[in-house]
């Protein structure tokens, strides 16, 4: 593992606010793994929607508030596991944000046995998430889960 990732590590378990770490986490990801072109983190609200808290990208996404029955993101939350899409193009279920996403990895942040978020990550590159990418990126989301159920207790 690179520098980079035992920083992120320390910079989420060090942080109080959760958003400021769901911040760095979009920056950190956007700014090292190159096929990361947009990263954003979803909390569940309400227990039926997904709301964007952090984002990092070369613009925003529409889709602030996604209901959990919709999207890849929804799918991703209401299966609690990891989706990939190789072609965004070719999945009924995507919805579409912006035009050059080729491929996209949604990661489920557990708190407590439960989901209650997501790291939602973009890419222009068809079929450009590994099973690389998900373990390290199911590593990320566990240090997530651990700063929002710190800052939810
Ligand atoms: N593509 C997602 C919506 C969020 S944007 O990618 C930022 C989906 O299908 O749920």
Redesign the pocket.
């Known amino acids: 593992m690179e520098p980079w990732y035992y920083r992120l590590e320390q910079q989420i378990l060090d942080e109080r606010d959760f958003g400021r770490a769901a911040q760095e986490t979009c920056r950190t990801l956007r700014a090292e793994v190159r096929h990361y072109n947009?990263v954003?983190v979803y909390m569940i609200e309400g227990g039926d929607t997904l709301v964007l808290k952090a984002w990092d990208g070369p613009a925003a996404?529409e889709?602030v508030r996604?209901p959990i029955g919709?999207?890849?993101?929804?799918l991703a939350a209401r299966e609690e596991r990891t989706v990939i899409v190789d072609d965004?193009n070719k999945d009924p279920?995507?919805?579409?944000?912006f035009l050059q996403?080729r491929s996209?990895i949604?990661v489920p942040i557990f708190a407590k046995g439960k989901v209650v978020g997501e790291i939602?990550i973009?890419s222009d590159r068809p079929a450009a998430f590994t099973e690389a990418d998900r373990k390290q990126l199911e590593t990320v989301a566990e240090w997530l889960g651990k700063a929002s159920a710190r800052a939810g207790s």
């Open positions: 947009w954003g996404t889709h996604i919709q999207g890849i993101c929804g965004v279920r995507y919805l579409a944000c996403t996209e949604v939602d973009d």
